[in-house]
Every structure is written in structure tokens, then in C-alpha cells.
């Protein structure tokens, strides 16, 4: 993530005082819940927030709900840059915009940097200073917004109240060392006095952080080590920057900013939780490591990324900036890989780069600001760390509005961008960096520095940069464990010979082209067309075919047929019974010397038929028994006696129990947008 703009993005007065014109809301709040969820096969999570004071927005709420992409669920995540951090008891100033996806609604940051403001109520000053107003107390912001908005409704002065306690004398001495990486499980010993005896739940030290001006970041419990008067053992968290560091008991007493700053050399992304992420290589399509796709579809407002050769050619170049400086570094991208018809990020295990469009639009998802968003989803088994099984890589498509902002400009261009442009290519290898797990640092001289000017360019690995990429790459070649069954994702060996030797898509493919198209016929099903070039030393071909989260199975085999050395083919298969709703088919190619390649990916979307039905009617045990389409899961349901009477209500599962109801004539009612129906059945005693 980068956020571009024509001067420094850092906070100030004037910017504040736009962000609050063309946002929904504004209030004080505090964070009192945090939860993840899925929307499709994403996960968002929801912060819930008290409000004690409103500014802005109609029919004031005590409770308010603002929600984010990504979050961790059980053993799966979704690690997203851009994406602020925010954790229960975190408090201040929100400046939020109206949410919608799918069937979401609710509120969101206005921007991804600096839409929140920390507030030390304690000291009424703010955590992350306004730069051209370093002095400004908190009684004067709200002088400010309320002249801007013309109102302030007091909710709850009580809990800014209670959180004004008696100062105590807190200080920091020293650090056993200031030189330290982010993320990467260093540990480092903090000395002083008046730390208190325990951390409770509140103590925490508190980093500079790296993607906030002047904001701290706070440390998930399980890094802290010890914790006594005098002395703190505690790991540098991910998203940690250069910068003092100030220690916090648990009743919120606050050190001074430390005299010394930490020197951060590079930030490692870790989940949400604090775990460090690896990059694998688990052989699961034979792409040795992470090979990228092209997103063609130009539905929905978007763009077809191979109708731009000016924006590959640049994408090209920036993946062999990579590859050159870090050897053995398995991303990937070249003609061979050819596109994929999809524009939104998801859990298929295929990697993307696309422009966003009107139903992924980096607006929204990512907040007005966002001009690049990096997607890494990873999932655990057992005891095994976090693995990348997807990395998704999504850019603002040129020439589309921003609110704070303005239209982006790209430069597409070897030369420097003029001064209103930003420069695609700095942008595509600041991406490349956070899909390595690079995170941002507050350096600026280096290629993952947070911000960037318009008109400026960031286009190559600095030394530190190249450390931390190192790093990662070592860490996940160390990271060996057995092959762990809890899935497919899972089911296959670690190879890190192959992981250290970078694969192009040309150098798998022995064929000169092979070209598979998909098109769906009545809505029932899809004819699929392949055509080869050179095809020489081919055993057999065979047609896969995956649904969303899925994996890849073969469905048919076709034999070659080639006739002389070098042969061109065409193929053509009718899949006669495709899954309802999304589609995604490939060809793998099966070569004499056992090697495998495979083609581009072809998406066809058929519309969902749904249906439900009864499977044991009559029921003669306490249990109802259903089988439906997968869109129906969670829709409410009413059961209704012979005589017109409401009898049970619920969701929709496959099995609901009955055992209430006595026997008799019932009917099952459903409703939703798409199918309304009633089904009766007898329950016998």
C-alpha cells in the first residue's frame, strides 16, 4: 500500500478540516469490541465503538460499528496493506464514511493513514500531533470540528471523565539495543522506573508506528516476555518504525517519549495475532512458489490488464527487479502466464494482479487515499505457522475519482512522472514488497517508505529492503514441517530446492501457446475450446475444473493429437455438468518426460439455480432434514401449522429440530430475494 498525494500525506489542520467535510460521520469514541467474519469467502472484521461525543452524522448512536477487509478466524487470515490495526481501549477522534458490500452495511475509515486520531486523555493532548498545529490540546480540536460541522452531541462525558487519572512518574532509561527489525521475534530489554509490578491488562509499550503520523502501536499479549518495576522484556511488533518508545501501566499512566529512538531496519508482516506469516512452496500447481495472473475482465467498470502493454511491459520489469536482487525469490510473472477473468480478490489459491472496478473499488475497501492494496490469505494447521496460500495485488484504475484525492495519473513511462502524475512503476514494486511481507518502514529513502509525492519515484530494492526480503526468504526456507492433512492446501511436500530456483511461466510451458476458452451455453452448460502451437512430446491433456475455495480436479482426459514433430491443435470439450455459480477451468499438460504444464485459466459464471427440499418427509424423528443451495445458507425460515399457525421460526441448516411440534400436517416456508417457497410435510409422533 502506498498512499500518493501531491504533498506529504502527514496530518495536518487543513486536510483534517477537508476529510471532516466530505465524511458521513465524525465522532470520540472508544473501541469495545473487535471480531472478524466472512462476507463470500473474504474476512472483514467489525470494531464496535462507544461514542461519548458526535459531530457529525444523523441520528446520534451510543453504539456505532465500523468495519475493515481482513482479520483472522480460527486457523484462516487475511493480512491486507492498507489496513489500520485498531484494538479494544483504543480511543479518539474517527472520521468515517459510509461502508457497503454485498450485505454489509456500515461505516468504514475515510482513509487508511490517518482517519483515526489518538487521543492521551489523560493529558488532553493528541497521540499523533497535527503537524502544522505541533501544541494543539484537545479542548481546541473540538473548537474546530464544531465550527466545522456546526454540532457536538455529548453521549457519554462520563468516560472521557474516567479515564483522566492521576499521573504517575513513569520514566524510561535505557534499551539494551536501539537496532532492531519488526516483526521478526527480536526481542529487546527496556530499563526504568515505575513500570509496576505486573503488566495487568493494560500495560503495553508503545511503538512509533509505521503507517500512522505520530501514532503509537500497541503489542499483542503473547510478546511480552517479562514485565517488572524496573525492567521489560517485550518483541518488536510488526508495523513497528524508527522513532521513541513509551512505556504504559496498566491504569494508563504514561511514560515520557523515550530520549533515545529505535532504529527499525525492516518490517516483517505478521497475522493479527502476532505470528510470523511464511512464504511456501507446497508444489500444489506445480508453479514452484507464486506465480502471477492478469486480470481481463473489464465488467463492472474494469480493466482488461493485457489491453495496456505500457502497464505490463512496467509489471514485467518490476517482478525481474525482484528476481534479480533477490535470486531465488519464487514470484513470478511473464507472457507465458497469461490472464485470468477475475476481479476480486478470493480464496481460489490463484494469484492476481488487477485494477479495481466498481464492485472491488480501492475507495471503499481501502480508504479514499489508496492508490495500491496487497491481499496475502494464509491458513494454519495444527502446529504449523501461517502459510500464503493467495496473494492478490489490486491498483486503482487510472483516471478514477477520488474524494480526498482526485483522479489518479499514472505515469506508464521509463521517464520520471511530471508532477500531477504518480508512477505505476513505483507503485507495482512497492506491492511486490508487501507480497514478500514487507511492511512499511519510516525510512524514506527506502522502496517500502509509507508515503510517496507526486511527481516522485521509488523504483528499486535500497540494502535494507533487500535485508528484510532476505529474511523472509530464509525464515520460510528453514520453515520445514511435515506434510500436516488438514486439507488440500496442505496435503502436498515443502520442496525448497524447487522454491530456490524461480520459475517463469515460459520455462513450464513447452508448448509455444496453448489457448483454452470457456463460454457458458444456456445457462446449463459450458463449452470449452484449446488451441495449441508447437506442440511436440505431448502425452495427453487434461480438462480441470475447480469452484471458488475448491480445488483443481480433472473432469476429462483428451488425447494429443499431434501427427509430426511440430503440431497445431484445436481441442473441444462440453462440461455438461458445471457447478452452479463460478467456474474456473485449465488444461494440464502432460509431457512425455512426466513434467506437467498447464494454461491460462478460463471463468465462466453460471446463474444459481436454487432449490430445497425435504429429505425425510415424513419425519419420524425430532430432526428436519434439508438439502439446498449454498446461497440459501443462514436465510430465516417459518414453519406453519394446518390452520394458518406460527409454529417455529430459525435459519436454514441442514438439520433443525422439530421435537417441539407434535405431529401433524406442517409447511415449511421460505423467503428471500430469489425464491419464495412453501413445502409440506407430516411429522409423526
Given at each position: ?158 468516560n472521557q471523565k474516567d479515564i483522566s487519572l492521576q499521573y504517575r512518574d513513569v520514566t524510561i532509561g535505557y534499551v539494551d539495543t536501539v537496532k532492531c527489525c519488526a516483526g521478526c521475534g527480536q526481542i ?259 522502496l517500502m517508505y509509507k508515503d510517496l509525492l507526486a511527481g516522485g519515484s521509488k523504483r528499486y530494492l535500497k540494502e535494507l529492503d533487500k535485508n528484510g526480503a532476505i529474511y523472509v526468504h530464509e525464515q ?210
Amino acid at each position: 500500500m502506498w498512499m500518493f498525494i501531491g504533498v506529504s500525506y502527514a496530518q495536518n489542520l487543513h486536510l483534517l478540516q477537508k476529510q471532516v467535510a466530505i465524511s458521513s460521520m465524525v465522532v470520540e469514541a472508544t473501541v469495545i469490541q473487535k471480531q472478524s467474519f466472512y462476507i463470500g469467502d473474504n474476512i472483514f472484521t467489525s470494531y464496535k465503538l462507544k461514542v461519548f461525543s458526535q459531530y457529525k452524522g444523523k441520528d446520534p448512536k451510543s453504539i456505532i460499528e465500523i468495519i475493515k477487509v481482513g482479520g483472522e478466524i480460527g486457523d484462516e487470515g487475511l493480512t491486507v496493506y492498507p489496513s489500520i490495526e485498531l484494538n479494544k481501549g483504543d480511543r479518539g477522534l474517527f472520521v468515517l464514511q459510509a461502508f457497503h458490500h454485498k450485505n454489509k452495511s456500515g461505516l468504514r475509515l475515510l482513509t487508511s493513514n490517518n482517519s483515526f486520531l489518538s487521543i492521551d486523555y489523560q493529558r488532553q493532548e493528541l497521540n499523533n500531533p497535527l503537524l502544522d498545529a505541533p501544541n494543539m490540546t484537545v479542548p481546541r480540536l473540538r473548537q474546530y470540528i464544531e465550527r466545522w460541522t456546526g454540532q457536538r452531541i455529548e453521549l457519554d462525558s462520563s468516560n472521557q471523565k474516567d479515564i483522566s487519572l492521576q499521573y504517575r512518574d513513569v520514566t524510561i532509561g535505557y534499551v539494551d539495543t536501539v537496532k532492531c527489525c519488526a516483526g521478526c521475534g527480536q526481542i529487546i530489554k527496556i530499563f526504568g522506573s515505575g513500570f509496576s509490578d505486573t503488566r495487568g491488562d493494560f500495560g503495553a509499550v508503545l511503538f512509533t508506528n509505521a503507517n500512522l503520523p505520530g501514532q503509537s502501536i500497541s503489542i499483542p499479549a503473547i510478546k511480552y516476555v517479562s514485565w517488572s518495576e524496573n525492567e521489560i522484556e517485550v518483541e518488536v511488533p510488526y508495523d513497528a518504525a524508527s522513532g521513541p518508545i513509551v512505556v504504559r501501566t496498566n491504569n494508563f499512566e504514561q511514560s515520557d517519549p523515550s530520549w533515545f529512538e529505535m532504529d527499525v531496519q525492516f518490517n516483517i508482516l505478521n497475522s493479527p495475532k502476532g505470528n510470523e506469516i511464511r512464504l511456501i512452496d507446497d508444489e500444489y500447481d506445480g508453479d514452484f512458489g507464486y506465480r502471477f495472473y492478469l486480470s481481463d475482465l473489464t465488467d463492472n467498470n474494469g480493466v482488461d490488464f493485457t489491453s495496456l502493454p505500457e502497464a505490463t511491459n512496467i509489471l514485467y520489469d518490476a517482478f525481474a527487479e525482484f528476481n534479480n536482487n533477490l535470486p531465488n525469490f519464487a514470484i513470478y510473472l511473464d507472457d507465458a502466464c497469461l490472464s485470468a477473468s477475475i476481479q476480486v480478490p478470493s480464496n481460489d489459491h490463484i494469484n492476481i494482479i488487477s485494477f479495481d472496478n466498481d464492485i472491488w473499488d480501492l475507495d471503499m475497501m481501502s480508504g479514499d487515499n489508496t492508490y495500491g492494496a496487497v491481499y496475502l490469505r494464509w491458513i494454519k494447521c495444527g502446529d504449523s505457522d501461517p502459510e500464503v496460500v493467495d496473494i492478490d495485488i489490486f491498483l486503482r484504475r487510472d483516471g478514477n475519482p477520488n474524494d480526498v484525492l482526485g483522479a489518479v495519473k499514472w505515469n506508464f513511462n521509463d521517464t520520471l512522472p511530471k508532477p500531477d502524475e504518480m508512477d505505476f512503476k513505483s507503485v507495482v514494486m512497492h506491492q511486490l514488497g508487501h507480497a514478500v511481507l514487507l511492511g512499511h518502514v519510516k525510512i524514506d529513502s527506502l522502496l517500502m517508505y509509507k508515503d510517496l509525492l507526486a511527481g516522485g519515484s521509488k523504483r528499486y530494492l535500497k540494502e535494507l529492503d533487500k535485508n528484510g526480503a532476505i529474511y523472509v526468504h530464509e525464515q520460510s526456507k528453514a520453515y520445514l514441517p511435515p506434510i500436516i492433512n488438514c486439507g488440500y492446501q496442505f496435503n502436498y511436500p515443502r520442496n525448497y530446492g524447487d522454491y530456490d530456483s524461480t520459475k517463469a511461466c515460459s520455462s513450464i510451458l513447452s508448448l509455444q501457446e496453448i489457448t483454452l476458452k470457456a463460454q457458458k451455453v444456456n445457462n446449463l452448460y459450458v463449452q470449452l475450446d484449446f488451441e495449441t502451437k508447437g506442440e511436440q512430446n505431448i502425452d495427453r491433456f487434461e480438462i480441470q475444473r475447480k469452484r471458488v475455495g475448491g480445488i483443481f480436479e480433472t473432469i476429462s482426459e483428451l488425447p494429443s493429437n499431434i501427427e509430426d514433430n511440430h503440431s497445431d491443435n484445436e481441442y473441444s470439450y462440453v462440461d455438461s455438468h458445471p457447478y452452479s455459480g463460478v467456474n474456473y477451468y485449465r488444461i494440464a499438460v502432460f509431457h512425455e518426460d512426466n513434467t506437467i504444464s498447464y494454461s491460462n485459466l478460463a471463468r465462466v459464471e453460471l446463474d444459481e439455480i436454487l432449490s430445497l427440499k425435504i429429505l425425510n418427509n415424513p419425519v419420524l424423528e425430532s430432526i428436519l432434514k434439508l438439502d439446498y443451495s449454498a446461497s440459501l445458507e443462514g436465510k430465516n425460515f417459518e414453519i406453519y401449522n394446518s390452520e394458518g399457525q406460527l409454529v417455529k421460526t430459525g435459519i436454514v441448516q441442514n438439520e433443525i429440530p422439530v421435537s417441539g411440534i407434535s405431529a401433524g400436517v406442517y409447511f415449511f416456508i421460505m423467503r428471500s430475494e430469489n425464491l419464495n417457497t412453501a413445502l409440506k410435510f407430516i411429522k409423526y409422533p
